[in-house]
């Protein structure tokens, strides 16, 4: 069955930068569109970027320029380089695929001095 597992949150300071990871399995992921969301404290699951499956990408506003999707098929693996990270990127992000709305369990990223 499909299975999404994201790795690399934690915490980190204001300015900083961190590399999260999505591995995915029981899907032909070479072929997939792909996306990461984000949902803070309180708040609902937003947007945070996408990717096709020859590697074009979009960006919520809110991380355009400091964020970047990019995804390794022969690893069957996502990524989300995130820098000049701020408070308000505080939330737990997910791996998303879309054609059968399926989620990952999701990894906490921290964003505090």
């Known amino acids: 069955q499909v299975q999404l597992v994201e790795s690399g949150g934690g915490l980190v300071q204001p300015g900083g930068s961190l590399r999260l990871s999505c591995a995915a399995s029981?899907?032909?992921?070479?072929?997939?569109?792909m996306r990461w969301y984000r949902q803070a404290p309180g708040k609902e699951r937003e947007f945070v970027a996408q990717?096709?499956?020859?590697?074009?990408?979009n960006y919520a506003e809110s991380v355009k320029g400091r964020f970047t999707i990019s995804r390794d098929n022969a690893k069957n693996a996502m990524y989300l380089q995130m820098n000049s990270l701020k408070p308000d990127d505080t939330a737990v992000y997910y791996c998303n695929f879309p054609a059968r709305n399926r989620w990952g369990q999701g990894t906490q990223v921290t964003v505090s001095s």
């Open positions: 990717i096709g499956n020859f590697g074009t990408t």
């Open positions: 029981g899907f032909t992921f070479s072929s997939s569109f």
